[in-house]
């Protein structure tokens, strides 16, 4: 049984660009959560996907972007990238909405 | 807004010795979770919680939760040096749906 996988593992960007991540989710599961984790801190909400549609969304601004496809894999896009944007993000996914929520290994995004 | 506050923030403990991690919660909760994450890597779903009273345990973890206090907590039982890792709870708002809010964490050592 497939967990959460998430491309690429590492990244190196720098301020100004714009990066896309990726993330499956565990088979039979069909929604995805993305969390912003800075270094020595616990995760952020940045939003969630269902049915293809954001469903939730943390306190993140619009350079911040997702997409759900019909498969339940997403994207999750980053525009204008500032050195704050810099740490681990990490993919969760759940079903129907509800429920434990299972992590993925994270892409850790480093922008110079 | 849901606020989650974990304490200690830091906990060294001798291998053999007994803690507990207490984690406080500032509105009504519909789910508590408790998850690992060890250095460099994701987070592991330890336990859910999901009524007043519950008690979940596995090896030397055990976790409580008490709704009317908004209080959680993860008793170490007789640590080892396996169980050194970052432990964070998190929490479901009853209003905030399937959103994670999480607690910053506790970074947990266990010396030989």
């Known amino acids: 049984d497939a967990g959460v996988t998430q491309s690429p593992t590492h990244l190196i960007k720098t301020r100004g660009q714009q990066v896309t991540l990726r993330c499956s989710p565990k088979?039979?599961?069909?929604?995805v959560s993305w969390y912003q984790q800075a270094l020595g801190q616990g995760p952020q909400f940045i939003f969630q996907?269902?049915?293809?549609?954001?469903?939730q969304r943390g306190n993140f601004p619009d350079r911040f972007s997702g997409h759900q496809f019909p498969n339940y894999s997403s994207e999750l896009n980053v525009n204008a990238l500032l050195l704050g944007d810099s740490a681990l993000y990490l993919c969760?996914?759940?079903?129907?909405?509800?429920?434990?929520?299972?992590f993925g290994p994270g892409t850790r995004l480093l922008v110079l | 807004e849901l606020k989650v506050e974990q304490n200690p923030l830091f906990l060294s403990m001798q291998e053999g010795k007994n803690y507990t991690i207490y984690c406080n919660y500032s509105?009504?909760?519909?789910?508590l979770y408790w998850y690992r994450q060890d250095p460099g890597k994701s987070l592991e779903s330890l336990f859910v919680?999901?009524?007043?009273?519950a008690v979940k345990q596995e090896g030397r973890l055990m976790a409580s939760l008490d709704t009317k206090a908004r209080l959680s907590t993860l008793h170490i039982t007789a640590a080892v040096h396996d169980l050194s890792a970052t432990y964070f709870c998190?929490?479901?708002?009853?209003?905030?749906?399937?959103?994670?809010?999480f607690g910053e964490g506790t970074q947990l050592t266990v010396n030989p």
């Open positions: 969760a996914s759940s079903s129907l909405g509800r429920g434990t929520q299972y």
């Open positions: 509105t009504t909760s519909d789910r």
């Open positions: 998190a929490v479901e708002g009853e209003t905030s749906g399937s959103r994670l809010t």
């Open positions: 088979s039979g599961h069909d929604t």
């Open positions: 996907y269902y049915e293809e549609e954001e469903r």
């Open positions: 919680l999901l009524s007043n009273g």
